[in-house]
């Protein structure tokens, strides 16, 4: 059941912390019950990813972005990426630890962790070979943000400090993806009335968990604003932390 957002009833916008375990009880489900999975694919696949490749194409380098992303941290990421894809897609999406599969799309390509190199080396006949026929990615997380209905940014965190490290967002919500690159969580979020909630809640939830890989330890859940109308959770694409 979808959380109906009615600002309008008392002229303030405001949101609330947004913040949940997994595994944790979330508000808006009627039995009450956690998520175990971490992306997900419903009956909108098709047009979710028909969409991000038209951005793809039109301009990438105004989605896509890395900042202060050492070797050693972006292989944990698209590692982590990849085994889940293939968890949560239902069995569509395949990957070994060196090669990612996609059935739906019908494309397969062979990642380098380490350093975010890709090369696809096998394209064949899928129910939606057509939307990727002529996208070429340009690593290998541009290559997992191809394959994933959602949009991606990672935060990373050491001793002193946390910050936006990478994001791979090709469906903003009249936002800069890359005006965020390197900004730490609280700064990302400034815009928003009532973030400051966002941003105690992380900080709490960080320090408990340091090395949140290789599972999440939270997700943001929020509504969002398109073309005048709130648009309900399904319609729109999850962004997570």
Known sequence: MVQLYRPFLSGVYSVSAGLFRFGQGLPWREDGAGESHVFTFGDDYERVMASKVNSH????HEYAGEAGLTPELRAQIITFT???LA???GGFISWDGFVLRNTQLGWTARLEPRWGGVEVVERCAAP???????????????FLGLNVPEDLAVVARNASRDWLAAVHVLSPQHWNPLDKLGRDFVAVHEPVAGSETH???FQRMAEKRRHPLPSPAARLCCCSLCSGNIAKKQ????QRV
């Open 235 to 238: 319609a729109i694409f999850p």
């Open 57 to 60: 194409r039109r301009a990438l």
């Open 199 to 201: 941003g105690v809640q």
């Open 82 to 84: 990849a085994q889940t």
């Open 87 to 89: 968890r949560d897609s």
């Open 128 to 142: 939606l070979a057509h939307l990727v026929a002529e996208v070429q990615p340009i690593g290998a997380l541009d």
